[in-house]
């Protein structure tokens, strides 16, 4: 069974760093691209975001292109995202999901959401 | 950039109705559209793929079809578990984009 397990909330302040985790088990880490999707407050689902874990190959939506990055760590089968300076606007719950060995992907598999609140 | 309109954004039906959720896309597509029903609190959760095929364990009330620009997900005899948002999803091209949501409630 494929897992993929999220780091905890997380709260901070504006202009704060910050990296959050996603572990995959239970299938070959380096086969499938794996996306990051954002939820804010009340709102739907947005795509981030997607990374293919055997050469870090990564692809970004234009809104959020500049303003996080994602990362993947295939000793340890993770993916990361994070920012260097985060805003009030980044509230949200953060998923990641798992897809296909092609890029152009559904996704099977998410993990269970990280909770980031950026307050002063 | 495709952009998916989603409707309706909400909607309300009785338990044994059938629910029809639409998709737009903003160009002609191939039949790389999926979706999702997600509940609060949960993991959003794949439904269908491919426009049409139905994920290994959902129930066989949900269905998809579509092609072009226009999708649509079928609840053949909504139950009171279908209580969700559900959103599509291309995958025709970069960047995916899901549609805007659609919040099922049961009267």
């Known amino acids: 069974e494929v897992q993929l397990v999220q780091s905890g909330t997380e709260v901070k302040e504006p202009g704060e760093s910050l990296k959050i985790s996603c572990k995959v088990s239970?299938?070959?880490?380096?086969?499938?691209?794996i996306a990051w999707v954002r939820q804010m407050p009340g709102k739907g689902l947005e795509w981030m975001g997607i990374?293919?874990?055997?050469?870090?190959?990564?692809r970004y939506s234009p809104s959020f292109r500049g303003h996080v990055t994602i990362s993947a760590d295939k000793s340890i089968n993770s993916t990361y995202l994070q920012w260097s300076s985060l805003k009030a606007s980044d509230t949200a719950i953060y998923y990641c999901?798992?897809?296909?060995?092609?890029?152009?992907?559904?996704?099977?598999?998410w993990g269970q959401g990280t909770l980031v609140s950026v307050s002063s | 950039d495709i952009q998916m309109t989603q409707f309706p954004s909400s909607l309300s039906a009785s338990v044994g109705d059938r629910v029809t959720i639409t998709c737009q896309a903003s160009?002609?597509?191939?039949?790389?559209l999926s979706w999702y029903q997600h509940k609060p609190g949960k993991a959003p959760k794949l439904l269908i793929y491919?426009?049409?095929k139905l994920q290994t364990g959902v129930p066989s009330r949900f269905s998809g079809s579509g092609s072009g620009t226009d999708f649509t997900l079928t609840i053949s005899s909504l139950q009171p578990d279908d209580m969700a948002t559900y959103y599509c999803?291309?995958?025709?091209?970069?960047?995916?984009?899901f549609g805007g949501g659609t919040k099922v409630e049961i009267k």
């Open positions: 239970g299938h070959t880490f380096t086969t499938n691209w």
């Open positions: 999901a798992r897809g296909r060995t092609t890029v152009m992907t559904p996704f099977h598999d």
């Open positions: 160009q002609d597509m191939n039949h790389y």
């Open positions: 491919d426009a049409s």
């Open positions: 999803q291309q995958y025709d091209d970069l960047p995916l984009t």
């Open positions: 990374i293919h874990p055997r050469d870090s190959d990564t």
